[in-house]
């Protein structure tokens, strides 16, 4: 049994490494990553193991223990402990982005602000991570914002006690404009909210290569068009709607929020208005064309972009100006909503630089509050369930986004 005992915990000790250092390189990045993530997230649970693990080992082989297996736990458990650690710095690195971004005084306009029990760790909630509903909340499933199927349909989280006049949050996910569901992405963030008074709508949208860009925004803004013809029914206002994404739902979040009501991007409904009220991506793809010149951003474009999500005939070379359009990076005006852009240190799928220089065109362009959190050891995906970090992060957008509300609606002074 010794032999097993050594290969699980150095095991476990290797995916510590990962996690605490990911290695950097195109072609491991999925695994990386991977293995990152969940190591990461569930570094609570692991440690945890780990110890069961070690201590099972030295009841069943008293006086003939695995030395080499003991000292490997050993080691692991301390990486897990740095793990937890990191995770834990979310709490004041969120804090410190919004102050810095939208000014020490901010919680001062928040109906209720943050408390220390608001702001402790959830260790009750955390513990069963893949347990995510909530029975303050309402969800109703396969709404159809659009005619076409399944990847027109949008589901509704709202309180279970019926509101009116409720801010809307817009849910896009991610999964690299290929993958990716409704029901997989952001749960955490709209469970959060919708028992707060929010009313959230995560959405479908078609998916490449069956359909080629820009289908992914122009189903977007349909949806958007749907929820504020659509939204009182369920209790929002139709005023006020901020959203949010990661990585590809990141793109198209922040895309969203960059083109309010271009009519190039509403064909058939240009009359809507698809104006966005606040934006809080997360390890959102922003470099689309590459413009920036960065090595990650140019290998996407090729090997993903060109080849799945456009047409085959309108390569990066001869229809630039194509991809620009569809780039975040080069869609920013002095127009821009509020921003809260999140990003994990540790990212392999979408380096962290390329959010910074997001970030930093932003603060140059536009004329209102732009928040930038960098996450320590985050790695791409960090909030998809509970854990330390996106529980942390997960309140702190609620008070970017309960304060970009409050600000669009305090009365004008005359």
């Not at 710095?89 to 602000?113: F, M, N, S, V």
């Not at 793809?285 to 990650?296: H, I, K, L, P």
């Not at 392999?348 to 065109?361: K, M, Q, T």
Request: hydrophobic letters at 45%; charged letters at 20%.
């Amino acid at each position: 049994m010794q032999p097993s005992f050594v290969v699980r915990q150095a095991l476990q000790l290797a995916l510590a490494a990962n996690a605490l250092k990911p290695p950097r390189g195109a072609r491991t990045a999925v695994p990386v990553f991977f293995a990152g993530w969940l190591t990461g997230e569930l570094a609570p649970h692991l440690l945890a193991l780990t110890a069961a693990d070690a201590a099972a080992h030295v009841a069943r082989h008293r006086g003939g223990s695995s030395k080499t297996g003991l000292a490997l736990a050993a080691a692991s458990a301390a990486g897990l402990g740095t793990l937890i650690a990191q995770s834990q710095r979310a709490r004041g690195e969120i804090e410190t982005a919004l102050t810095e971004g939208i000014g020490k005084a901010y919680a001062d306009e928040l109906q209720h602000p943050p408390s220390p029990t608001d702001l402790a760790t959830p260790w009750g909630q955390l513990a069963m991570p893949f347990r995510m509903r909530d029975p303050d909340v309402r969800r109703t499933r396969n709404v159809a914002y659009a005619p076409g199927g399944k990847r027109f349909l949008l589901d509704v989280y709202a309180p279970r006690e019926p509101v009116t006049g409720a801010p809307i949050l817009l849910q896009v996910h991610g999964g690299a404009w290929v993958i990716g569901n409704k029901d997989q992405q952001g749960l955490p963030l709209m469970l959060h909210m919708a028992k707060r008074g929010w009313i959230c709508f995560a959405i479908n949208y078609p998916l490449s290569p069956a359909a080629r860009w820009p289908a992914h925004i122009v189903a977007a803004k349909r949806a958007l068009a749907w929820i504020r013809k659509n939204a009182g029914s369920y209790g929002g206002d139709p005023s006020f709607v901020a959203v949010t994404g990661g990585s590809a739902g990141g793109h198209l979040a922040a895309l969203l929020a960059l083109t309010a009501n271009d009519p190039a991007l509403q064909p058939g409904f240009t009359e809507a208005d698809t104006s966005i009220q606040a934006c809080a991506p997360h390890y959102g793809v922003y470099d689309f064309a590459a413009t920036s010149g960065r090595r990650s951003s140019q290998t996407r474009l090729k090997t993903l972009i060109a080849r799945h999500v456009f047409e085959a005939d309108r390569d990066p070379v001869n229809f630039l100006d194509d991809y620009i359009a569809a780039s975040p990076l080069d869609r920013i005006t002095e127009d821009a909503p509020p921003f809260f852009v999140i990003h994990g240190v540790h990212d392999s799928l979408v380096p962290v630089g390329e959010a910074r220089e997001f970030v930093r065109r932003l603060r140059d362009k536009s004329q209102r509050e732009v928040a930038y959190a960098e996450i320590s050891g985050a790695q791409h995906a960090f909030d998809v369930f509970p854990s330390i970090r996106s529980a942390h992060v997960v309140r702190g957008v609620e008070r970017f986004l309960e304060w970009a509300y409050r600000s669009e609606k305090r009365p004008v002074q005359g």
